[in-house]
C-alpha cells in the first residue's frame, strides 16, 4: 500500500546515455512534483504537474522531460546524461497546493 | 523570491536534552511553513505544517513549532532529545509571495544526537 512508489531505487548509467524514472501514486491526488536533492543534500522543484498538465518547470535543461500519462504517473525523462546530473531524484504528490506533500523513496542516480 | 534560511548545518545535542533547530523565512505575505524529516537513505516525511491556524503547532514524534510573524520565523523544538530522532530536518515554505503550488526548501540541519 506504498502511496508514493518510484523505480528504479538505484541508477547506474554512463554519460550520454538516456534513461527514465517512473513515479506513482495511489493517493488520488491532483498534483505531482519532481525534486532533485544534491550531494549537499540541497532540494530543488524540477517540475509540477495538475492533472496531467505543466504547471511549473523550473531553470531545468531541456535534456530533462517529464511526461504524465495520467493523474497517478509522473515519469521523468533525461536524455544525453551528464555527470552533473548525478543525485537523488524526488517525486511527490499532493491534493492541494497548501497541503502536505507526501514524498517517494527517491532514485539515486549516478552517472560514470 | 521566498527563500527559507536554516540556521546551522548541523545541530549536536546529548540524548534527553532541548532539541531546537531555526528556521527563518522571507516573503511579505505569511506563507504556509512545513517541517520534514528524511533519515539516511529515505524520502521526506512531513513531520508538522503551519497553515495560518493555531500558530503552535504540534507534529509527529514530540516535534512542535512556532509560527512567529513579527520574526518571520518557524523554529522547530522537541523538549527531549532521543537517539532516534537523528536525521536531516528540513524547512519548507509554500504559497506566500510566489503564490506556486510548490515548496522551497531550506537547506537543511543535520541533528545528532549522542548517548
Known amino acids: 500500500d506504498t502511496a508514493v512508489s518510484q523505480t528504479p531505487k538505484y541508477l547506474v548509467t554512463q554519460m550520454g546515455n538516456d534513461k527514465s524514472i517512473k513515479c506513482e501514486q495511489n493517493l488520488g491526488h491532483d498534483t505531482m512534483y519532481w525534486y532533485k536533492q544534491d550531494s549537499k543534500k540541497f532540494l530543488k522543484i524540477m517540475f509540477s504537474?495538475?492533472?496531467?498538465?505543466?504547471?511549473i518547470n523550473e531553470t531545468v535543461p531541456n535534456r530533462f522531460s517529464p511526461k504524465s500519462p495520467d493523474k497517478a504517473h509522473l515519469n521523468l525523462h533525461i536524455n544525453s546524461l551528464e555527470l552533473g546530473d548525478s543525485a537523488v531524484y524526488f517525486c511527490?504528490?499532493?491534493?492541494?497546493?497548501?497541503?502536505?506533500?507526501?514524498f517517494g523513496p527517491g532514485t539515486r542516480l549516478t552517472v560514470l | 523570491a521566498q527563500s527559507v534560511t536554516q540556521l546551522g548545518s548541523h545541530v549536536s545535542v546529548s540524548e534527553g536534552a532541548l532539541v531546537l533547530l531555526r528556521c527563518n523565512y522571507s516573503?511579505?505575505?505569511?506563507?504556509?511553513l512545513f517541517w520534514y524529516v528524511q533519515y539516511p537513505n529515505q524520502g521526506l516525511q512531513l513531520l508538522l505544517k503551519y497553515t495560518s491556524a493555531a500558530t503552535l503547532v504540534k507534529g509527529i514524534n514530540g516535534f512542535e513549532a512556532e509560527f512567529k510573524k513579527s520574526e518571520t520565523s518557524f523554529h522547530l523544538t522537541k523538549p527531549s532529545a532521543h537517539m532516534s530522532d537523528a536525521a536531516e530536518y528540513f524547512c519548507a515554505v509554500s504559497g506566500g509571495d510566489s503564490g506556486y503550488s510548490t515548496l522551497t526548501f531550506g537547506k537543511g540541519t543535520m541533528l545528532l544526537v549522542s548517548p
Open positions: 504537474y495538475n492533472n496531467k498538465e505543466l504547471i
Open positions: 516573503s511579505s505575505v505569511p506563507p504556509y
Open positions: 511527490a504528490s499532493s491534493q492541494a497546493w497548501d497541503n502536505e506533500q507526501f
